[in-house]
């Protein structure tokens, strides 16, 4: 009897690698958060971070740069972890895995390990602020950033001064998954958000038209359009090349030679530029994740770490480059942990069925993620 042929498999791998581009991008972006409060929390609360550059109405530090490189990533997984189930609870149960069990567990770490250990309050647990951080924390939004009697004793007493882009992440998700359950995740409609996100978001208007009480909104805006914008570019199915991201730091520049209102240009161009870094494959990162995916503790425990540094070791009068390489190593050791310990087994409580989830590995919070 002749050999027949098996007919070829219609079925897609459970697991799709993703490039390493992404990882790079997060783990750099994580550090960058870091780096930028070793320049500012020895100085207290007031915003001392050095602005690298100066693009027309826009003014970036590491810490900015790091939080917008959070969305686009995040939009752009995010939307393609939609495409492959698009479908509101998995996707909110999804979102809810990645994001919620080490937010949590760094919670109890924070207020009921690190708090009564740190505080000078005479009832730490029956003060009303303890028990309102958890909870305000745990829920995403309304975050709170004081513990009582804790850090008191440093220039800043903020807790986490990063828990606020964890609201403005899981607004994303829901704007997204809403967008989703109305038949909206197409790229027209991803585009047309992203074009009215940015238009609000825009500081031109932010700063000079709207109340100055919105003006916090409108900035959230403007890093849900970033999100978007990456989402958008992800449903196209565009995977931008080395010339489109050339061309979009061209329009940058002449904007910035011409002293032009920038901010809404850098919505497209810089997810282009984040994007095309993101999709290539750069093996010789390898090593860099071969321990796992610390991007997201990063994030969450660095401030923290910080804090701990200058209460304990009195970094505050430490050269900034020492503080932030220190930081940085703390932050990363803190990531690699919760990564190993939380992370990774909340992830494969998804079971085989839904292993292809792109965002597997992580969103960053962000990145913010983040």
Not at 99 to 111: E, F, R, S, T, W
Not at 221 to 241: D, H, N, S
Not at 300 to 309: E, N, P, S, T
Not at 324 to 353: D, F, I, M
Request: with cysteine; hydrophobic share 55%; net charge positive.
């Amino acid at each position: 009897m002749a050999a027949t042929t098996p007919a070829p498999s219609t079925t897609r791998p459970a697991v799709t690698a993703r490039p390493r581009g992404f990882d790079v991008l997060r783990i750099a972006a994580a550090a960058a958060v870091v780096v930028s409060h070793a320049h500012q929390l020895p100085f207290g609360d007031r915003d001392t971070q050095p602005d690298l550059l100066v693009f027309g109405d826009f003014a970036f530090n590491l810490g900015r740069i790091g939080v917008i490189v959070f969305f686009v990533v995040s939009g752009y997984l995010v939307c393609g972890s939609w495409l492959s189930e698009p479908r509101v609870r998995p996707f909110a149960a999804k979102r809810a895995r990645r994001l919620m069990p080490a937010l949590l567990v760094m919670l109890v770490l924070v207020v009921f390990v690190l708090g009564p250990l740190t505080t000078t309050a005479a009832d730490y647990f029956g003060a009303a602020g303890t028990w309102e951080y958890f909870l305000r924390n745990a829920l995403v939004f309304p975050y709170a950033n004081h513990l009582p009697g804790v850090f008191t004793g440093n220039p800043s007493s903020m807790v986490n001064g990063v828990l606020w882009t964890l609201g403005v992440e899981v607004a994303a998700y829901a704007l997204l998954g809403f967008a989703g359950w109305r038949g909206w995740v197409s790229p027209r409609h991803l585009t047309a958000i992203t074009a009215v996100l940015a238009l609000v978001g825009w500081r031109l208007v932010s700063e000079n038209v709207l109340d100055g009480q919105l003006v916090p909104v409108a900035l959230r805006l403007e890093l849900i359009a970033y999100f978007f914008a990456a989402a958008a570019v992800r449903a196209w199915g565009w995977r931008p090349t080395g010339r489109a991201a050339i061309a979009a730091i061209a329009v940058v520049a002449a904007l910035v030679a011409v002293r032009a209102p920038l901010s809404i240009a850098l919505v497209p161009c810089a997810t282009v530029v984040v994007l095309h870094l993101g999709t290539r494959t750069w093996s010789w990162a390898r090593p860099l994740t071969a321990l796992g995916d610390p991007t997201y503790g990063a994030y969450i425990y660095g401030f923290v770490a910080q804090q701990l540094l200058i209460a304990h070791l009195g970094m505050e009068d430490a050269p900034v480059w020492w503080f932030a390489t220190v930081s940085v190593a703390a932050a990363l050791a803190c990531g690699y942990a919760s990564w190993h310990l939380v992370e990774k087994h909340a992830l494969r409580r998804r079971g085989p069925a839904r292993t292809a989830d792109p965002t597997a590995a992580g969103t960053g919070a962000l990145r913010g993620s983040r």
